[in-house]
């Protein structure tokens, strides 16, 4: 019988990115980002308090993800919880990255105790969740990340996947609502590993 099946996002699941982005921004290009909302690129602010052009955002987004990776810490419970299920269940790491950053992510993630395979993706996740059953063949899978619409793409494409909500950084908790898509929302690591284990233990 094969294993349980762990489909884990990266920013804001598994390392903080909200606090590490801010700071990049600071120090490298003097800006200012205010999360009033869930819209990073409308929320970036030059020193002059003007709004950034959204379409510098890729840019600054790239930026972050070439130089300031390693600013990027671990989740609280994140590393604990992981090394734990590895222990009976397979762990794939989907990260919305570009391809070229996706090796050092994995290098990075490997450096903080999470030493799993990393798949670089851009847009919508359904079609690669479904994709990793498919050549899994899980006895369980279970899909975690913090934004809503990457779970109603899974639940279009991969159905079967137990989708798990979480929104593990705090500026944004209040901000992102509960991902109607999503079987449950928890947005800590303790909880989230008691869960899955009785996921697990029901299979
Ligand atoms: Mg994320």
């Not at 120090?27 to 950034?52: C, K, Q, W, Y």
């Given at each position: 019988?094969?294993?349980?099946?762990?489909?884990?996002?990266?920013?804001?699941?598994?390392?903080?990115?909200?606090?590490?982005?801010?700071?990049?921004?600071?120090?490298?290009?003097?800006?200012?980002?205010?999360?009033?909302?869930?819209?990073?690129?409308?929320?970036?602010?030059?020193?002059?308090?003007?709004?950034?052009?959204?379409?510098?955002?890729?840019?600054?987004?790239?930026?972050?993800?070439?130089?300031?990776?390693?600013?990027?810490?671990?989740?609280?419970?994140?590393?604990?919880?992981?090394?734990?299920?590895?222990?009976?269940?397979?762990?794939?790491?989907?990260?919305?990255?570009?391809?070229?950053?996706?090796?050092?992510?994995?290098?990075?993630l490997a450096r903080l105790g999470m030493p799993y395979r990393v798949i670089g993706n851009l847009g919508p996740k359904?079609?690669?969740?479904?994709?990793?059953?498919?050549?899994?063949?899980?006895?369980?899978?279970?899909?975690?990340?913090?934004?809503?619409?990457?779970?109603?793409?899974?639940?279009?494409?991969?159905?079967?996947?137990?989708?798990?909500?979480?929104?593990?950084?705090?500026?944004?908790?209040?901000?992102?609502?509960?991902?109607?898509?999503?079987?449950?929302?928890?947005?800590?690591?303790?909880e989230a590993h008691a869960h899955i284990r009785r996921l697990i233990?029901?299979?």
């Amino acid at each position: 019988m094969s294993r349980p099946l762990i489909i884990s996002d990266c920013d804001g699941v598994l390392l903080n990115f909200i606090d590490p982005f801010v700071a990049y921004l600071a120090s490298e290009h003097g800006l200012t980002l205010r999360m009033t909302s869930f819209a990073l690129s409308g929320n970036i602010h030059d020193a002059a308090g003007e709004p950034v052009d959204a379409a510098r955002f890729p840019m600054l987004l790239d930026g972050f993800f070439t130089t300031h990776m390693p600013t990027q810490t671990p989740i609280d419970g994140a590393v604990a919880a992981l090394a734990d299920l590895a222990a009976d269940c397979d762990i794939v790491i989907l990260t919305n990255i570009g391809d070229r950053h996706a090796a050092t992510r994995t290098e990075e993630l490997a450096r903080l105790g999470m030493p799993y395979r990393v798949i670089g993706n851009l847009g919508p996740k359904g079609g690669p969740v479904a994709g990793l059953v498919e050549s899994f063949q899980p006895s369980l899978a279970v899909f975690i990340d913090d934004l809503p619409p990457h779970h109603s793409s899974a639940k279009k494409l991969a159905p079967a996947v137990h989708r798990l909500h979480m929104v593990a950084e705090e500026p944004l908790r209040e901000l992102i609502p509960p991902a109607p898509d999503a079987d449950a929302r928890i947005d800590d690591w303790a909880e989230a590993h008691a869960h899955i284990r009785r996921l697990i233990e029901a299979i």
